[in-house]
């Protein structure tokens, strides 16, 4: 067949209006479990908790110290390595992460120490960083423009998936072997993955044809042929701003200043949800192994959650969903914080948290894939959810302390709940502005027409 002469937009509309075949559903269907290791990984650490203070004699306060480090280099990695993907291009920084989510992983098996265990947690945190921050631009690129939000929503699905996991294997192997056994289960998941992503894992199309080199239209066109679309010849143009130079540039600066506003006021909730839920459950008089059910719950009730935000996001746009289920989110946490301690009203209460929890995760990076070019979509996505991931280092050491100062759970849940109302307004507000400047017109229309 002969190459069709494309340019960059010409080629990113082929995209957007060629159906998904099975391999482009396949490459998606790839970022969602990576997704599900991240998630594992997330909770490994929050799910051996309780064990590991016990065992240590650690306190409340040095605990969530522990908890935040992994954050912290999952700030890093998200700030500082994802957005080297727009240069070097998707596959490469994914490769790196799993090696060093593989290494991590293995130390904090291995810790017998609080530094052992916060230094592990960072190389961990590093890898689950970069990782999220790329994949979700993956999962936009390889999707059509019918099906990006919920191929994006499918990928951050993949996390409450990874942590019903996490918590079916601190259930099954935290009594006979201990805290070290969750996280060596983690490990020999990253590293089967390694070479799985290494042989299947596609490039993005859209960075192949934004890239330079000599071999890259070759490699393009193979990919192209893979999805089941036209050879193209790329009409050249002017080299394009990459990364944060480009997502700073005057006219992409507030937006960008939104969307890390965005995630920086959503994941205080979220992670605060996600550290101390578990720890908040054994305060109030039940046991480890019913904290652990309660995360499977909450992630099964997630992953629902996931599907229906995509779903919908697809039909109406994230923007307009999205809102909603952040909003959700803030009344979830603060019915929490004042529902009575018993197991059928907790459980009924994390179930609706985990729904607008996930959910809110997953509406979140479909706004951010969808509100950045492909030239520096993961400049943009890593630098909102490094943003976010600064916001998850300080809930745990803030509700840490709020619990050592002698508050309890609801005044602590209603706190981190009005942060998740606050997230929900500031997203919807643009769309509110809009659809009042539509109604003016028309006012000042029937006005004139008396």
């Known amino acids: 067949m002969e190459p069709m002469r494309q340019n960059l937009e010409e080629l990113r509309q082929t995209l957007d209006a ?26 490994a650490l929050t799910l051996a908790a309780p064990a590991i203070a016990a065992e240590w004699q650690i306190d409340k306060s040095y605990l969530g110290v522990a908890l935040a480090s992994g954050l912290g280099g999952m700030a890093a990695g998200s700030l500082l390595l994802a ?32 530094p052992m265990l916060i230094g592990s947690r960072i190389v961990t945190g590093l890898g689950i960083g970069a990782c999220m921050a790329v994949i979700n631009t993956l999962a936009a690129e390889y999707a059509n423009g019918r099906w990006r939000s919920l191929a994006v929503a499918a990928m951050a699905v993949g996390y409450p998936v990874g942590s019903i996991l996490a918590g079916l294997v601190a259930a099954i192997l935290l009594p006979r072997f201990g805290w070290p056994a969750i996280f060596f289960c983690g490990s020999a998941v990253a590293v089967a993955l390694i070479p799985v992503i290494a042989r ?19 490699k393009l066109n193979d990919l192209l042929a893979r999805f089941d679309l036209p050879p ?3 009409i050249e143009v002017p080299a394009r701003k990459r990364g944060y130079s480009r997502i700073f540039s005057p006219d992409q600066r507030a937006g960008t200043l939104r969307m890390g506003a965005l995630a920086f006021l959503i994941a ?25 059910i309660f995360s499977i719950v909450s992630g099964a009730c997630g992953i629902a959650g996931g599907i229906i935000v995509g779903w919908l996001s697809s039909r109406w746009g994230p ?43 997953a509406g979140l990076y479909a706004v951010l894939a969808g509100h950045f070019s492909d030239e520096a979509r993961a400049a943009g996505c890593g630098f909102a959810i490094g943003m976010g991931r600064i916001a998850s280092i300080i809930a745990p050491l803030v509700a840490g302390w709020m619990f050592a ?3 309890g759970k609801a005044e602590i849940s209603c706190v981190w709940g009005m942060s998740a109302l606050l997230a ?7 769309l509110i502005v809009s659809r009042d400047r539509q109604k003016k017109p028309s006012v000042i229309r029937g006005l004139s027409s008396h």
């Open 268 to 292: 205080l909730p979220i992670y605060f949800g996600l550290t101390w839920t578990p720890q908040i459950v054994v305060d109030s008089g039940l046991s480890h192994e019913t904290a652990g």
């Open 232 to 234: 193209v010849e790329l």
């Open 319 to 361: 923007n307009r969903v999205v809102p909603f289920v952040m909003i959700g989110l803030g009344l979830g946490l603060i019915a929490f914080g004042l529902a009575p301690s018993d197991v059928l009203t907790m459980s009924a209460v994390i179930s609706i948290i985990g729904l607008c929890l996930f959910g809110s995760a």
């Open 18 to 43: 060629a159906p998904m075949n099975a391999a482009r559903w396949f490459a998606v269907s790839l970022t969602v479990v990576i997704s599900a290791l991240d998630g594992y990984d997330v909770l």
């Open 83 to 114: 957005p080297l993907a727009d240069q070097v291009g998707r596959r490469a920084i994914v490769f790196m992460a799993l090696i060093l989510m593989a290494l991590g992983t293995i130390g904090s098996g291995f810790s017998t120490t609080l």
């Open 405 to 407: 100062s002698g508050l």
């Open 200 to 218: 299947f894992l596609p490039e993005s199309i859209m960075y192949l044809a934004g890239a330079q080199g000599t071999k890259r239209e070759a």
């Open 424 to 430: 929900g307004g500031l997203l919807a507000a643009p």
